[in-house]
């Protein structure tokens, strides 16, 4: 009832919104961004932003749909987490052309070893004499998107090399990473030069818009992802159920389910409510933001309406179950919808057999998975991930490799979540390096959240050698440090007693226009404050020349003051953090 609450007295509000925007006659882009362009790219890009033209005369590429509901259910196995779904538009290739990868490593390294000085990487790229395609151009963007200025250089550079121009795909790429940056306003000055004003050829597709709501939503600035959907109108875009679903999608993507659900309903008169549009907000509140209460009230909700459920509402009901840890409710469930004839798919199985695994019910979930063959559902990757993951937190390792094996003897390839439900069981710094090997050779690649499980994993360990190791290794494969791993390594050298390292990993994180951490601020602040006064104290001490108070020292057995002084800092500063009731360590 709280939350039909909420929903009703935010109605109004999201109403008021919605009849502004649909009576806006002129709009622009630049209305809703930041009307102060960011300094940094006023004083190195904007004059090279506009001085080439990159509109090609081809037709663009047709869109591809946001993610509809059913792709978030219980198919899966990231139980939510949308930090490896922020990249989606930004997608290296499979390359085969042994030339292509040499030339896509060699820009990388040029972006990374220059990313201190950007004139000197522009001249090493000019220099480099590689030649500029649309596959190298998306390879380079996929490998460096963690640095926005080193991508927007490159992506600058390669427009201007005779006989290119970039193609919509380029576009998407670089405005999902000054997106993800939070560089708005260069995101729609990229967008502004896909209009082709001056060729009259416009690249701008509905996906375009379509990036910039995703990004907005995932930095939760719910106002200007709703303006964006609005600006398809400006484009002369359709605006109808179907794109308004995309938006309910994307809001529901990175957790804004309660906005999602006040946008729904407020805009019934315009978009009438219908089963799609109730089963993207039902699942944002099952695998999104995982919360059965909430869950239940749209599903009674949608009963009281007259909405009959399909295969779909129960899969996120299900997973949500699942992922819960009742496995009453999703046997009860699953019988119901048993009952209603409705056929189960591959999403509804996928979540009983993983309620059955976490249950311990290892044989039950083995005979299901032979049901559902016998329906002619192929079992895929996330069914045996739905095994595997609950039987190597339930440290019933046998059990988790002898499905892996079943899964090879299958041919069924594991996936980079398959092998971090392995890492996490993992005690020792030979059983990882093992494990990571044995990954490569099987052709999956470990990505930033595996360095970040590890780096992490090294940390609780006190094992800082491997930790540096994982660190320059990320580099060496072309992954550059996003925000999410400095966090992670700045932490963990703070909580091993590594105080000046974490200070100069925080400092250079800064410096590549990574949003700070408020916790490490202040934590850091903390520390560097004891560090002056002790240094301060230590001065005056010198300074009145006080030789008998070392002697005094060392007769009572008292440690030298520098290590008494390191000890004090180090205390102080980790009173800071359980003050905040900060938690590093995992679980």
Not at 33 to 41: D, G
Request: with cysteine.
């Amino acid at each position: 009832m709280q939350g039909i609450r909420t929903i009703r007295c935010n109605i109004s509000r999201f109403a008021i919104l919605a009849r502004t925007h649909f009576n806006l006659s002129h709009f622009e882009p630049t209305h809703f961004a930041n009307p102060t362009v960011e300094r940094t790219l006023s004083s190195k890009f904007s004059v090279a932003l506009f001085s080439f033209s990159t509109s090609r005369p081809e037709t663009p590429i047709t869109p591809k749909n946001l993610k509809g509901p059913e792709e978030f259910s219980s198919d899966n196995d990231d139980n939510g987490s949308d930090m490896d779904n922020d990249d989606d538009d930004v997608r290296g290739l499979n390359l085969i052309d042994d030339g292509l990868i040499q030339d896509a490593k060699t820009i990388v390294n040029i972006l990374q070893e220059s990313s201190d000085n950007r004139v000197e990487m522009k001249n090493k790229i000019e220099q480099c004499r590689v030649k500029v395609s649309q596959d190298l151009v998306l390879e380079v963007l996929s490998r460096v998107r963690n640095d926005w200025e080193a991508s927007f250089t490159f992506f600058l550079w390669a427009s201007r090399q005779p006989g290119y121009t970039h193609s919509v795909r380029e576009y998407h790429s670089m405005i999902s990473i000054l997106g993800k940056m939070r560089k708005f306003d260069t995101a729609w000055a990229l967008i502004d030069e896909m209009r082709g004003i001056k060729t009259g050829v416009s690249l701008v597709t509905p996906q375009t818009l379509l990036i910039m709501i995703r990004k907005y939503c995932a930095v939760h600035d719910v106002g200007r992802a709703i303006n964006t959907f609005y600006a398809y109108k400006r484009f002369k875009f359709d605006m109808e159920i179907e794109e308004f679903q995309s938006l309910l999608s994307a809001l529901c993507r990175y957790k804004n389910v309660q906005d999602a659900e006040q946008l729904m309903y407020c805009n019934k008169a315009v978009f009438p409510l219908n089963l799609k549009s109730f089963n993207i907000v039902l699942n944002g509140w099952c695998n999104l933001i995982g919360s059965p209460r909430e869950a239940e009230r749209v599903w009674r909700d949608m009963s009281k309406r007259g909405i009959r459920f399909d295969v779909v509402s129960y899969a996120s009901m299900l997973s949500c179950y699942s992922k819960a840890g009742s496995l009453y409710r999703v046997l009860r469930l699953y019988k119901r919808m048993q009952e209603m004839g409705i056929e189960p798919d591959r999403k509804v199985y996928n979540a009983v057999i993983h309620a059955l695994a976490k249950g311990r019910l290892v044989s039950e979930a083995f005979n299901l998975m032979k049901t559902m063959e016998e329906k002619g559902v192929a079992p895929t990757i996330v069914t045996y991930n739905s095994l595997i993951k609950p039987l190597c937190r339930a440290r019933k390792v046998d059990e988790a490799n002898g499905v892996f094996d079943d899964m090879l003897k299958r041919s069924i390839s594991p996936t980079i979540r398959t092998y971090h439900a392995f890492f996490r069981i993992l005690r020792t710094g030979e059983e990882v390096f093992a494990l990571l090997e044995k990954m490569r050779k099987m052709g999956c690649q470990p990505i930033n959240d595996t360095y970040i499980m590890l780096i992490r994993k090294f940390c609780r360990w006190r094992q800082l050698e491997n930790v540096f190791k994982l660190w320059d290794e990320m580099s060496e494969n072309g992954i550059s440090p996003d925000r999410s791993s400095y966090i992670v390594l700045i932490h963990g050298l703070f909580l091993n007693g590594e105080l000046d390292a974490a200070h100069k990993y925080y400092t250079e994180m800064k410096e590549r226009q990574l949003l700070p951490e408020p916790k490490i601020d202040e934590m850091l602040q903390t520390w560097l404050s004891n560090k002056q006064i002790a240094e301060s104290q230590t001065t005056e001490s010198r300074s009145n020349h006080l030789d008998c108070s070392q002697s005094c020292e060392q007769t009572r057995g008292i440690p030298k003051r520098s290590h008494e002084r390191n000890f004090v800092r180090l205390a102080e500063t980790r009173k800071v953090v359980r003050e905040r009731g900060f938690s590093f360590w995992e679980p």
